[in-house]
């Protein structure tokens, strides 16, 4: 590109080269500037919205520079890029991250301190991004800011919501969910209304014969929409690397209304069209590990993966390679099924639009694809019914059955005895309506297959996915465990403790990309002064909530308290259910105490938060429990500090950054061998908090790390868990004693109108308790009472914290993505200095 410039011209680019600001004077006068001439503002009327959007756009113009040098660097490199297909990125705030990355934290807090304002306040002002509902949102977000940290040439992408994750209100108890319209002021983004794609649907396929007699599909007529990008910049940590987020907007394919219309009178149906177009964007669906089957959603699904493979085709086509090397250049990772009909779109612009045979075009298929598997939950696995997929995608359809009748027929050969797995694997199932399995889709279409945790993986291997690796070898399927970027979670999101930890392992641009250095305060772990300082940073997080709490419940907690939370989507399998009953069995036991015997306890705080599915209705019925639960225990004077429950409404990515810094013991209880990883899990423990658990999910290899003796662990195995549904339902359920007394109390009234909680009720007494609530009780309560005792012994608790948070490195998202790189995309990265001619001019 740049050869192409004549050197005149070339000189004045270049000596005109944008920088951005440099130092603290720079900074100043480019935040003066913003708000001076972009926000058209002065001194006398910047108030913190207009500081906050100021320094964003001061911000912004840095990021963009290393952005575009980044992205001309990686053209001019044209090695092979990662492209990470996601329907959710829960990014949370960019400012401070931004600060961080680029490293002028310190600058900014001084500048602005100067211009008479507080860092923190400003960073507050913005919206979170909520493009997600929870932990595979955030997985796609810790992900991205690894790959831009390492150097990895690899992009986003997913859609732009005009409507994030719905805002939880909790009034009188009860969840109510506000629409979240978070791009009012949006300085994150750039709109390339020239970036755009024309997305087909509906219509029918004509077939034709050429001379030769081969045979090709046209897919005609239909409906168009149109998909216009919007990029974001991803800023890597300690590193110029800053790659990008693209996000998908729809529009009317016209870009305008009907004028036809509006000409004659017809005004309301004239916008129709627009409307209708823009519907496709305008909502993310808010179930997390559900899968609901609505058009809408397919349509979605569609809109973005076929824009996306537009995109990275469009790229590939212009370095003129042949069609056999675009694995070579190309990786491309599902995140879950979501995206699956990538796979076919990809092999439908290989034979219909670029003429390649269908078996080369299959190769080229499978060693492009791969595919991340999130959950076993029978709910959340994808179909969709024949029917619709015929409707709305009529030749995807008939590339799917081709793509199913080649796999069943080299089943067949390979397994000829086997009659029946042709019906089990099938990629359509013969259920009244006829349904595409998505996942099989994505397996049979990808070289490799991962689960996200090592039970997880052993799970998927020997359970829903068993006879895929009867049929393509155990290779195929991998595990690779999660991981969190350890700039947001420890050094955002906990600067005392990163500052702690950075006087024994060295500087954070050090250790926060080798998160193994972590292992050095070990060392320390018996250093007075150390663990002085360790007690102190916890107690003022611990305080920094209790302020939080107090300014939105108006509820004073005591930061001496033992803070207990649970934080994460409200759902039957995960078993707030179980973590509330078990708060009213202590309350119960507290109320049968004599005032003298209750002055003894540990004060504890049980801190909830979490979204429900707005159709959810047990998930809500727990959230009311919660609420009404706090409002009979926080107001009992018998009780005082010794028991406080607390709900934090809208719990999102900026309030974590609050909340999980200040827990001691959190909770990851779901039923054994339902949660397929978890994350938060990881980030509490890095945070100098313990958890309590099951042995679910990462929850192991968390134990395995830290070692056994940090962690508090209970309950049935997931070996164990069929049989026990089974009994359950068929044999002697016998409810444990003391969830027995629980549930008497709550169908007394004392947490108001008994019959609002029966179906929790019902569930576990006649219905087979299907999560095992009760089968775990009796040990979930005797580990709490184990916590309370460790708990108080102060200096045992705090060797187990700091033990804990030395052994956390492999929970970098950075070990996780080289994982990634090595295993599944073969890719390397690009470093910012290997400048290859492009980029100079400093
Ligand atoms: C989640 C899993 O429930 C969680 O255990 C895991 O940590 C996370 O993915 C990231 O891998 N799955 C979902 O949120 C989901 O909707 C379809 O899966």
């Known amino acids: 590109v740049e050869a192409s410039i004549p050197e005149p011209q070339r000189e004045a680019w270049l000596k005109n080269q944008a920088s951005g600001f440099k130092g603290k004077d720079q900074f100043e006068k480019e935040v003066v500037r913003h708000v001076e001439t972009t926000l058209a503002r002065s001194m006398f009327?910047?108030?913190?919205?207009?500081?906050?959007?100021?320094?964003?756009?001061?911000?912004?113009?840095?990021?963009?520079?290393?952005?575009?040098?980044?992205?001309?660097?990686?053209?001019?490199?044209?090695?092979?890029?990662?492209?990470?297909?996601?329907?959710?990125?829960?990014?949370?705030?960019?400012?401070?991250?931004?600060?961080?990355?680029?490293?002028?934290k310190e600058v900014a807090k001084s500048g602005l301190s100067e211009l008479g304002f507080r860092v923190e306040d400003i960073i507050q002002q913005e919206h979170d991004a909520a493009l997600g509902n929870g932990g595979l949102g955030r997985l796609a977000a810790c992900f991205l800011d690894s790959l831009a940290s390492l150097n990895f040439p690899a992009w986003g992408y997913g859609l732009r919501y005009r409507y994030g994750i719905f805002k939880q209100e909790i009034i009188d108890g009860y969840q109510v969910e506000v629409p979240d319209y978070w791009l009012d002021f949006n300085p994150w983004e750039f709109p390339r209304h020239d970036v755009t794609v024309d997305i087909q649907f509906y219509g029918n396929?004509?077939?034709?014969?050429?001379?030769?007699?081969?045979?090709?599909?046209?897919?005609?007529?239909?409906?168009?929409?149109?998909?216009?990008?919007?990029?974001?910049?991803?800023?890597?940590?300690?590193?110029?690397?800053?790659?990008?987020?693209?996000?998908?907007?729809?529009?009317?394919?016209?870009?305008?209304?009907?004028?036809?219309?509006?000409?004659?009178?017809?005004?309301?149906?004239?916008?129709?069209?627009?409307?209708?177009?823009?519907?496709?964007?305008?909502?993310?669906?808010?179930?997390?590990?559900?899968?609901?089957?609505?058009?809408?959603?397919?349509?979605?699904?569609?809109?973005?993966?076929?824009?996306?493979?537009?995109?990275?085709?469009?790229?590939?086509?212009?370095?003129?390679?042949?069609?056999?090397?675009?694995?070579?250049?190309?990786?491309?990772?599902?995140?879950?099924?979501?995206?699956?009909?990538?796979?076919?779109?990809?092999?439908?612009?290989?034979?219909?639009?670029?003429?390649?045979?269908?078996?080369?075009?299959?190769?080229?298929?499978?060693?492009?694809?791969?595919?991340?598997?999130?959950?076993?939950?029978?709910?959340?696995?994808?179909?969709w019914s024949v029917g619709l997929v015929q409707h709305l995608l009529p030749r995807h359809l008939q590339i799917i059955y081709d793509i199913n009748l080649f796999f069943l027929q080299m089943v067949e050969r390979n397994f000829p005895k086997d009659r029946e797995m042709l019906s089990r694997v099938s990629i359509i199932e013969e259920s009244q309506p006829k349904m595409v399995r998505m996942a099989y889709l994505a397996i049979v279409g990808s070289h490799k297959v991962n689960g996200v945790a090592e039970l997880h993986s052993d799970l998927i291997r020997t359970t829903i996915f068993k006879d895929f690796v009867t049929i393509f070898g155990p290779d195929k399927f991998v595990n690779v465990t999660n991981g969190i970027t350890p700039r947001r979670w420890l050094h955002q999101a906990n600067p005392g403790l990163s500052s702690l930890i950075a006087s024994k392992a060295g500087d954070p641009e050090h250790y926060l990309k080798d998160l193994t250095l972590l292992n050095k305060i070990e060392l320390s772990v018996n250093d007075p002064a150390f663990r002085k300082a360790w007690a102190e940073v916890k107690l003022a997080n611990k305080q920094r909530l209790a302020d939080y709490i107090k300014s939105t419940t108006g509820i004073v907690v005591s930061p001496k308290a033992l803070f207990d939370v649970q934080v994460k989507r409200i759902h039957e399998y995960k078993r707030q259910q179980m973590n509330i009953?078990?708060?009213?069995?202590?309350?119960?036991?507290?109320?049968?105490?004599?005032?003298?015997?209750?002055?003894?306890?540990?004060?504890?705080?049980?801190?909830?938060?979490?979204?429900?599915?707005?159709?959810?209705?047990?998930?809500?019925?727990?959230i009311h429990l919660i609420n009404s639960v706090g409002s009979v225990v926080n107001n009992d004077p018998d009780i005082g500090d010794a028991l406080k429950v607390i709900f934090l409404e809208?719990?999102?990515?900026?309030?974590?950054?609050?909340?999980?810094?200040?827990?001691?013991?959190?909770?990851?209880?779901?039923?054994?061998?339902?949660?397929?990883?978890?994350?938060?899990?990881?980030?509490?423990?890095?945070?100098?908090?313990?958890?309590?658990?099951?042995?679910?999910?990462?929850?192991?290899?968390?134990?395995?790390?830290?070692?056994?003796?940090?962690?508090?662990?209970?309950?049935?195995?997931?070996?164990?868990?069929?049989?026990?549904?089974?009994?359950?339902?068929?044999?002697?359920?016998?409810?444990?004693?003391?969830?027995?007394?629980?549930?008497?109390?709550?169908?007394?009234?004392?947490?108001?109108?008994?019959?609002?909680?029966?179906?929790?009720?019902?569930?576990?007494?006649?219905?087979?308790?299907?999560?095992?609530?009760?089968?775990?009780?009796?040990?979930?309560?005797?580990?709490?009472?184990?916590?309370?005792?460790?708990?108080?012994?102060?200096?045992?608790?705090?060797?187990?914290?700091?033990?804990?948070?030395?052994?956390?490195?492999?929970?970098?998202?950075?070990?996780?993505?080289?994982?990634?790189?090595?295993?599944?995309?073969?890719?390397?990265?690009?470093?910012?200095?290997?400048?290859?001619?492009?980029?100079?001019?400093?």
């Not at 520079?65 to 990686?74: D, G, K, L, P, V």
């Not at 004239?270 to 909502?283: M, N």
Request: proline share 3%; net charge negative; aromatic share 10%.
């Open 45 to 104: 009327n910047c108030d913190e919205t207009a500081a906050y959007a100021a320094t964003s756009l001061a911000f912004r113009d840095r990021l963009v520079i290393e952005w575009n040098r980044t992205q001309q660097r990686q053209t001019f490199a044209d090695s092979k890029r990662v492209y990470y297909l996601s329907l959710e990125f829960l990014m949370g705030r960019a400012l401070d991250n931004a600060m961080l990355n680029i490293g002028e």
């Open 205 to 383: 396929v004509n077939k034709t014969t050429d001379d030769s007699g081969k045979v090709t599909a046209h897919w005609e007529g239909g409906e168009t929409v149109r998909a216009v990008a919007y990029d974001v910049p991803i800023p890597g940590y300690a590193t110029p690397s800053t790659n990008n987020l693209r996000l998908w907007s729809s529009q009317a394919a016209s870009g305008e209304f009907d004028f036809q219309k509006f000409n004659s009178g017809d005004y309301e149906s004239s916008v129709g069209d627009q409307q209708r177009a823009e519907t496709i964007s305008a909502v993310l669906y808010p179930n997390d590990n559900l899968d609901r089957g609505k058009e809408l959603r397919l349509k979605q699904q569609y809109f973005w993966v076929a824009a996306s493979l537009y995109d990275i085709v469009r790229r590939f086509k212009k370095s003129k390679r042949p069609w056999r090397e675009f694995p070579d250049q190309v990786a491309i990772q599902l995140n879950d099924t979501h995206p699956t009909l990538a796979i076919v779109e990809l092999q439908r612009i290989l034979i219909d639009l670029e003429g390649l045979d269908w078996d080369d075009a299959w190769n080229i298929v499978q060693q492009t694809f791969s595919y991340t598997n999130h959950t076993v939950l029978p709910e959340a696995l994808e179909k």
């Open 581 to 622: 009953f078990g708060v009213i069995f202590r309350y119960l036991k507290l109320k049968s105490m004599s005032p003298e015997e209750r002055k003894k306890v540990l004060p504890r705080v049980s801190i909830f938060g979490g979204k429900a599915a707005p159709g959810y209705w047990m998930a809500k019925q727990i």
């Open 650 to 842: 809208d719990y999102n990515v900026s309030k974590a950054e609050i909340i999980i810094p200040a827990s001691d013991i959190s909770e990851h209880i779901s039923t054994a061998g339902t949660e397929a990883s978890g994350t938060s899990n990881m980030k509490f423990v890095l945070n100098g908090g313990l958890i309590i658990g099951t042995c679910d999910g990462a929850n192991i290899e968390i134990t395995r790390e830290i070692g056994e003796e940090n962690i508090f662990l209970f309950g049935n195995l997931a070996e164990d868990v069929d049989d026990l549904r089974h009994k359950n339902t068929y044999g002697d359920h016998k409810i444990d004693p003391s969830l027995d007394k629980v549930f008497n109390v709550i169908q007394s009234g004392t947490f108001g109108n008994a019959q609002d909680f029966q179906g929790m009720v019902s569930a576990v007494r006649e219905h087979g308790d299907f999560y095992l609530v009760s089968d775990d009780f009796h040990s979930y309560l005797e580990t709490q009472e184990l916590v309370d005792k460790s708990y108080a012994d102060q200096e045992l608790w705090i060797t187990k914290c700091i033990t804990s948070v030395a052994r956390m490195g492999f929970f970098s998202s950075d070990r996780c993505i080289n994982e990634y790189a090595e295993e599944i995309w073969n890719v390397e990265p690009l470093q910012p200095d290997t400048n290859n001619g492009v980029g100079k001019g400093e």
